[in-house]
């Protein structure tokens, strides 16, 4: 019996999980012929996946991989109750202005939707409607990509190993280069330990496909991908509301002015159980942390968001709980030509990435891993013209 044909996915956050799902679920995979191995350095979505927002927009970049995935996620929330497995839910968008300079006697306040009773009124300015509830929806991203990660296991042919990939070592002796063997450090999750370096050695026709984030560069350092560190935070609303009530859902996009040449830009999601609120991007970092352990987040700029949002929500948010204090790093693509993400083949055969998908990385990764399972099953991507996000547009590995 011929060997199966193997898939090595490296990173275990939400792209590189419905990446294994939606190559499980192609009609050309077979079982007797294919294995799926991810390999994670951490914990599953222990990275951006765990800590993003959850933001799904149809309105998202690029145009046409944003409609696809938002569609996608629909789909995949009807089929298996995403709205009690992951908390999917539809909601609405708005901007709000905020001016912390006025006088509270100067400022008129500005009167809001009747169901956005937990933001107060006073220092908004102006408030402006971005969506409705047909083109923006939420996720719990940490429990998605759980979810569909488990999807891929029943399949019984995927299979996890913990450990951190140091090396792709790439055959080029031959007129077309291939990918030779991985090596790897595995990690035992209940020590946190690294064992010895360990190597995987692949046959021609297995394939590679990189998940890892702003960690591509480690792995293929003439990727032009590097991380933006963003700081969120997760609190426990007050329990002042009404029986049987809940925040309403709402996505807020906010400009708060706090003198004549200051602002702060917080984002607040409201979720069933707990307000999600995340701040502006620091500068793109050349220095990654260990991605075996958590990125450490600053104290400082969490405080700061559950400062300025507690003005906006002084009763749910500011007399809540801070349940988290949290930071990651977005994949950003350094090309002043193309927003990202990179998606697609590289110069060196079978060798495959995804990443780059800056703050749109969750919106994005259904649309990401059903193009991606195209790609290796079908030799081409047929659910959405990607020519424009190819690899080997920007970078050569070999």
């Avoid at 569609?71 to 001016?99: E, F, I, M, T």
């Avoid at 956005?116 to 300015?125: G, R, T, V, Y």
């Avoid at 995927?158 to 990690?187: A, C, D, Q």
């Avoid at 309403?248 to 004549?260: C, G, M, V």
Wanted: charged content about 20%.
């Amino acid at each position: 019996m011929s060997k199966k044909e193997k898939i090595y996915i490296i990173g275990g956050g939400i792209v590189g999980c419905t990446t294994a799902f939606y190559l499980t679920k192609h009609p050309r995979f077979d079982t007797s012929k294919y294995e799926i191995v991810i390999i994670e350095s951490n914990n599953i979505a222990c990275a951006a996946s765990g800590k993003a927002g959850g933001l799904l927009a149809s309105w998202a970049f690029p145009s046409k991989l944003a409609q696809l995935s938002f569609r996608l996620h629909q789909c995949l929330a009807q089929k298996y109750q995403g709205d009690l497995n992951w908390g999917y839910r539809k909601l609405p968008s708005a901007n709000l202005d905020v001016d912390l300079t006025y006088d509270n006697d100067e400022l008129t306040s500005t009167s809001l939707p009747p169901n956005l009773n937990w933001i107060d009124s006073k220092n908004i300015i102006k408030w402006t409607k971005l969506s409705g509830n047909d083109s923006t929806a939420q996720i719990d991203p940490y429990k998605f990509t759980n979810f569909v990660l488990q999807k891929a296991i029943d399949s019984h042919c995927v299979n996890v190993i913990y450990g951190r990939v140091t090396n792709i070592n790439i055959n080029k002796e031959h007129i077309t280069s291939y990918v030779e063997s991985l090596e790897y450090i595995p990690v035992k999750k209940k020590t946190n330990l690294h064992e010895k370096s360990s190597q995987i050695n692949l046959n021609p026709n297995d394939k590679v496909v990189l998940c890892t984030g702003p960690w591509i560069s480690k792995l293929l350092p003439q990727c032009p991908i590097s991380g933006m560190k963003a700081h969120s935070i997760t609190v426990q609303p007050n329990e002042s509301l009404e029986e049987g009530h809940q925040l309403e859902p709402y996505a807020l996009f906010n400009e708060i002015k706090l003198n004549d040449t200051d602002f702060f830009s917080p984002e607040i999601y409201s979720r069933r159980n707990e307000i999600y609120i995340c701040g502006e991007t620091d500068k793109m970092s050349d220095e990654l942390p260990d991605p075996t352990k958590d990125v450490e987040a600053n104290s400082t700029e969490c405080d700061k968001l559950y400062k300025y949002s507690s003005i906006l929500s002084p009763e749910q948010i500011g007399h809540g709980q801070i349940l988290k204090r949290q930071a990651c790093y977005l994949p950003v693509l350094n090309d002043a030509t193309s927003c990202g993400p990179l998606i697609g083949e590289t110069d060196t055969p079978c060798l495959y990435i995804a990443s780059g998908h800056a703050c749109w990385g969750i919106n994005n990764s259904c649309a990401t891993g059903k193009l991606l399972s195209e790609l290796i099953l079908d030799g081409e991507a047929t659910s959405c013209n990607i020519d424009k996000l190819n690899p080997q547009l920007y970078f050569n590995v070999s």
